[in-house]
């Protein structure tokens, strides 16, 4: 089996729950879902939901947003959890969301946010630091359609405003440190 071929489980579970909790909450439940689990400031901060720094991972805004991410995460899960396994993989994507979405309360005044994209972006900055410790990595995917689309998911996703930008950030940032954290402790 060509391992550039190869299709990443946790990868594709990720984006399955993507998938499912948009369409179960779009059709079936019409919004229920999202009520209960997208990130709202005051529902965490006054009413202790802490679970929706968690949830609000799994809900996307519309189906342009829902695509986004798949995409997003197809490509870096295809270049990534081969080199980190899909335990690293799913604990990198939720810590990042969770970083993220705790920083988001304390700094925007916002009322919500949602998305998986800071977790995208973590796993980003940890394909990011791979490449620089293993230069054989990223000569690899030079130039190939992973590499190439995960660059245009990485600009691309910058262009809806601050807060975004704030968010793609912190995951980001959260990536190359658990990368950094991760090689000390090795």
């Known amino acids: 089996m060509d391992n550039s071929k190869h299709l990443s489980k946790s990868t594709l579970f ?3 729950i993507f998938i499912i909790i948009f369409l179960l909450d779009k059709i079936v439940l019409k919004g229920i879902l999202f ?24 809900f996307h805004g519309g189906i342009i947003h829902l695509l986004a991410n798949i995409i997003g995460l197809y490509w870096v899960g295809q270049l990534l959890e081969r080199e980190i396994g899909s335990i690293g993989l799913n604990s990198i994507f939720v810590i990042g969301n969770i970083i993220a979405n705790i920083l ?7 009322e919500s946010s949602i998305g998986g994209s800071p977790g995208i972006y ?3 900055g ?6 620089f410790k293993e230069k054989k990595l990223l000569e690899t995917h ?6 190439n689309s995960l660059i245009v998911y990485f600009i ?3 262009f809806n405003g601050l807060d975004t930008l704030f968010v793609h950030s912190v995951g980001f940032s959260t990536g190359i440190i658990i990368s950094i954290l991760y090689n000390k402790i090795r």
């Open 14 to 16: 990720l984006i399955s």
């Open 35 to 58: 009520e209960w689990g997208s990130l709202k400031k005051d529902a965490v901060l006054i009413k202790r939901e802490y679970w929706r720094v968690i949830t609000a991972s799994f």
């Open 104 to 110: 988001f309360i304390f700094t925007y005044s916002f």
């Open 122 to 124: 973590a796993l980003i």
């Open 126 to 131: 940890v394909f990011l630091i791979l490449c």
């Open 142 to 147: 030079l130039h190939t359609r992973e590499l």
């Open 156 to 158: 691309a996703g910058n």
